[in-house]
């Protein structure tokens, strides 16, 4: 993925912030749960494996509707931004697989831990957040600057 920095767009991206927070804020607000995305994905996959009924899971579902109609709702007012991944579908696959194996190991993800829980000044998710940092700079370190 390349960032073409001659367009960036800081107001559309301090808007995105500013929805993102208080999406997050209304959650937590309306639900009394934080605005974890793996939480929130799972949570209504464990009910329809375990034969439960949805209707618990409705904030969740409608939740996960925003967010997937948010960037056609987007488009009516600016283009989407470009997005070129320089890697072939397996990579994609692959680590795809390997963000879920942290989520599950990290017992959250990026949105759990670096929106809401920094937000709410856990430890946890300061060392999480730390992790994802670091692991981060690692990967880009070794793939894109020593292989």
């Known amino acids: 993925m390349t960032i073409v920095w001659d367009q960036f767009t800081p ?3 301090l808007v995105g912030g500013v929805l993102i927070g208080l999406a997050s804020a209304l959650f ?6 934080i605005a974890g995305i793996a939480g929130i994905i799972a949570s209504p996959l464990r009910a329809v494996m375990a ?3 949805l209707t618990p ?3 969740r579902l ?10 056609w709702l987007w488009r009516l007012f600016a283009p989407l931004p470009a997005v070129q991944v320089g890697v072939g579908p397996l990579a994609v696959i ?7 194996v942290g ?3 990290g017992n959250g993800c990026t949105s759990g831990h670096g929106v809401c829980g920094l937000s709410r000044f856990s430890v946890r998710s ?8 670091a692991t981060g700079v690692v990967s880009v370190l070794v793939l894109r600057h020593l292989i």
């Open 28 to 33: 937590l607000l309306g639900n009394g749960r």
């Open 62 to 71: 409608v939740f996960l509707t925003g967010l997937m109609v948010a960037p």
């Open 11 to 13: 107001v559309q991206a």
């Open 103 to 105: 989520v599950r190991m």
């Open 51 to 53: 034969g439960r009924t």
């Open 126 to 133: 300061l060392a999480n957040v730390a992790a994802f940092m």
């Open 94 to 100: 692959a680590a795809g697989l390997l963000v879920g």
């Open 57 to 59: 899971e409705m904030p």
